[in-house]
């Protein structure tokens, strides 16, 4: 059995957007797997002989591992195309979320992250700022509309992966990227997402609020 505490992402040149979810199991993860609807996993040691089977179909692969590979965050197969985080015009695109900003530094292969670090709060906290905006995020947040409602577009309603997709903070986004290669190799079983989209994280840039950060 599996216990939940979702992800999502989102990412473009025209922003599309996906999702993430960070699934702890009874069972250790690799970076690769490929999670399954009833929450077993094709292992990516077993990545080139899997066939799709749509009675229990993919629903993510792990991204990056924690815990030693005891809880792994899934980058979900279902996009959005040219969604925005916050469209001009809005109080979220001249709004300064503070608690959600990061500020990264350092260079290619070695950043460092600080300040929103953990994206699974970061809607909850946008709607504590913006309580009369966040309540259309279709229209003002369109990332997080297509995360909060990630379940039903994916047709996970009925299953256990149906709550609390969320979109990821850079840092999190960014370790999932550091593994592209062999996320790249499971994702091309189901999808090609991954080879034709950047990726938007839930962060807002803490140098201006005007840009919220993407991968």
């Known amino acids: 059995t599996a216990t939940n505490t ?3 992402i989102s990412y473009g040149d025209s922003y599309a957007t996906s999702a993430l979810k960070f699934i702890e199991l009874e069972k ?11 929450g077993t996993k094709v292992s990516v040691d077993d990545i080139d002989d899997y066939q799709i089977d749509q009675a229990n179909k993919p629903i993510a692969v792990i991204g990056t ?8 965050l899934g980058i979900g197969f279902e ?9 001009e015009g809005t109080l979220g695109f001249d709004t300064c979320f503070e608690d959600i900003a990061v500020t990264v530094t350092g260079e ?8 929103d670090l953990d994206g699974s709060d970061n809607w909850e906290y946008i709607c504590s700022v913006d309580p009369e905006g966040s309540k259309v995020p279709a229209k003002n947040y369109p990332v997080f509309n297509f995360a909060l409602n990630y379940a ?3 047709g996970l309603e009925n299953s256990e992966y149906a709550e609390n997709w969320y979109v990821p903070s850079v840092k999190e986004l960014y370790d999932c990227s550091i593994n592209y290669s062999i996320i790249l190799k499971a994702f091309k079983k189901v999808s090609d997402i991954l080879a034709l989209y950047n990726f938007w994280s839930g962060s807002q840039s803490a140098s201006s609020y005007h840009y919220a950060c993407l991968v």
């Open 152 to 154: 039903n577009i994916a």
């Open 28 to 38: 250790y993860y690799k970076v690769g797997d490929i999670v399954l609807f009833d």
């Open 65 to 72: 591992v924690l815990y030693g590979g005891g809880s792994g």
């Open 108 to 115: 290619e292969g070695n950043y460092e992250f600080e300040g």
């Open 79 to 87: 996009i959005g195309e040219t969604l925005k985080w916050a469209p």
């Open 6 to 8: 979702d992800v999502t």
